[in-house]
């Protein structure tokens, strides 16, 4: 399998009017820019994306639609709530061993996105900037199975 974790872009410092929760944060203008540089960075590649994963904060769900667009795919998106900031390692774990594709992008957040990376691969301190994206590849989905291919920046 084949894994691409990313980073939602910069998203903006205040939460809107009469909100109460930081899943209703937007995308910068800034934002919207570094995700469609990462996307067209790496659309060739991308395209063979069979599944598009994301959290369902706004600034996640924002950034998956751009990058998505960006890249050219046409998929639906699955929203999976263990992608939000302090989501289930383990339940991400089992969704990834239960879905039937090669190539997956999961669209999240920190301290998640590290988190996660260091899980799968048993590796630790990894960093993830806003809009980076992470390439792993494994056999099977699994504590410590995985192979960090690498780590791309938007800028």
């Not at 820019?33 to 599944?51: K, N, W």
């Not at 994301?54 to 924002?62: E, F, G, I, T, V």
């Not at 494994?138 to 690498?150: C, E, V």
Request: aromatic share 8%; glycine share 6%.
């Amino acid at each position: 399998m084949k894994l691409y974790l990313l980073r939602h872009g910069d998203a903006v410092n205040s939460y809107p009017v009469n909100s109460y929760s930081d899943s209703n944060r937007q995308l910068s203008s800034y934002g919207r820019e570094q995700v469609v540089t990462i996307a067209l960075d790496h659309r060739l590649e991308c395209a063979a994306i069979e599944r598009v994963v994301s959290s369902p904060y706004r600034r996640a769900a924002q950034t998956t639609e751009i990058f998505i667009q960006a890249v050219g795919l046409h998929h639906r998106i699955d929203w999976l709530d263990d992608l939000t900031p302090q989501g289930d390692l383990r339940a991400i774990e089992g969704f990834l061993q239960r879905t039937n594709v090669e190539t997956v992008l999961m669209v999240t957040h920190l301290p998640l996105v590290g988190l996660l990376i260091d899980y799968l691969t048993g590796e630790t301190g990894t960093r993830m900037g806003t809009a980076n994206l992470a390439s792993l590849s494994m056999d099977f989905p699994a504590q410590g199975t995985a192979s960090l291919n690498w780590i791309h920046h938007a800028n």
